[in-house]
């Protein structure tokens, strides 16, 4: 299952493999913590019951992020949203207005409780997200179709936003919060608790990172991270790109065991071709409670991708 938004380092790819991989632990709180379009969480509720009794916290320091899925969540914002969104026009000036007062982390006292600012910021992230260009939110162009059908871009912001009850649904009863990741995992630790953590990675010469993070993350940052995942009692999944150090630090570390993702990657070009990437990411898993801790061997993983939906 994709998501309603379109985001720059979404996991829809990765989901096929972790969210197996997941379902072979037992689990009453799934968090978050860096949530962005929340792919793996979409994947993963697909495969559990409705009934079943797990807490869910979704977290993203972003507050257009924030906002949009507070909105998603809430039994009257969700309504507006949608309402509001079938009124927008597909326009690359309404897409040039937004790219010029668009920040990713501002700063709003009491969003919380701010319907109004919530509303705003979830409009605009789905409008930034689905008529821009590869889920790139800071004025990365405006998203044309690139498949032959004119009426493909088009279709791409107006029939997701139809969904949104349906996301409604699956969401309205999970804390969605708006902190540092840190501070997230500290506080929703336990024995049966489970972290997805989809952090900006640390890439050793910073290409691509300031799409959704001006700074990126510091391999101190990263470190810092599989530190505190290792002192949790819960068990850990954490999506990076293959980076030496990185690799060499984590696999130092008791337990944590890595999968491989070999990813072909599809990017579209206006004039209809494609261009193929290739790419190694990974997923580290820390999982105290049962046969996964015994292995460190390497899992590969093949699949073939469109990366920008
Ligand atoms: C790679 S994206 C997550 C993508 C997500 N897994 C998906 O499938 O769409 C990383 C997210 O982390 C958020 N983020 C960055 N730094 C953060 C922090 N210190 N605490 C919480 N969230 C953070 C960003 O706003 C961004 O949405």
Redesign the pocket.
């Known amino acids: 299952m994709s998501?309603l938004?379109v985001?720059?380092?979404?996991?829809?790819y990765?989901?096929r493999v972790i969210v197996p991989e997941m379902l072979k632990h037992k689990f009453t709180c799934y968090v978050?913590?860096?949530?962005?379009?929340?792919?793996?969480l979409w994947s993963l509720m697909k495969h559990l019951r409705q009934n079943s009794r797990i807490d869910y916290i979704i977290?993203?320091?972003?507050q257009?992020?924030y906002s949009f899925w507070k909105c998603v969540s809430d039994k009257n914002l969700y309504k507006e949203l949608m309402q509001r969104l079938i009124e927008t026009p597909y326009s690359r000036d309404l897409k040039r207005d937004l790219d010029q007062t668009m920040t990713?982390?501002m700063d709003i006292e009491n969003l919380g409780n701010n319907r109004r600012a919530l509303l705003d910021n979830a409009w605009r992230l789905y409008v930034l997200s689905r008529q821009g260009y590869g889920g790139k939110l800071d004025g990365g162009g405006w998203g044309i179709s690139y498949n032959g059908s004119p009426n493909h871009a088009l279709s791409k912001f107006y029939k997701p936003m139809l969904k949104i009850p349906r996301y409604h649904k699956m969401i309205h009863r999970c804390q969605i919060t708006n902190?540092?990741?840190?501070a997230?995992i500290k506080a929703a630790d336990g024995d049966y608790t489970m972290f997805?953590c989809?952090?900006?990675?640390f890439d050793g010469d910073k290409k691509g990172l300031d799409a959704?993070?001006n700074e990126g993350?510091s391999f101190a940052?990263i470190k810092k991270l599989f530190d505190l995942l290792s002192e949790c009692k819960g068990m850990s999944f954490v999506?990076h790109s293959y980076i030496q150090v990185v690799d060499d630090y984590v696999m130092a570390k008791p337990y944590w065991r890595r999968i491989d993702l070999k990813v072909t990657s599809r990017l579209g070009s206006t004039t209809g071709r494609c261009n193929l990437k290739k790419f190694h990411d990974c997923v580290y898993v820390l999982a105290r409670d049962d046969q996964l801790v015994q292995s460190k061997q390497m899992d590969l993983f093949e699949c073939m991708v469109d990366v920008y939906e």
């Open positions: 998501s938004l985001y720059f380092g979404g996991k829809h990765q989901s978050e913590p860096y949530f962005g379009a929340g792919h793996v977290n993203d320091l972003s257009l992020v990713l982390y902190q540092d990741a840190f997230v997805y989809d952090p900006p990675y959704y993070l993350a940052y999506s």
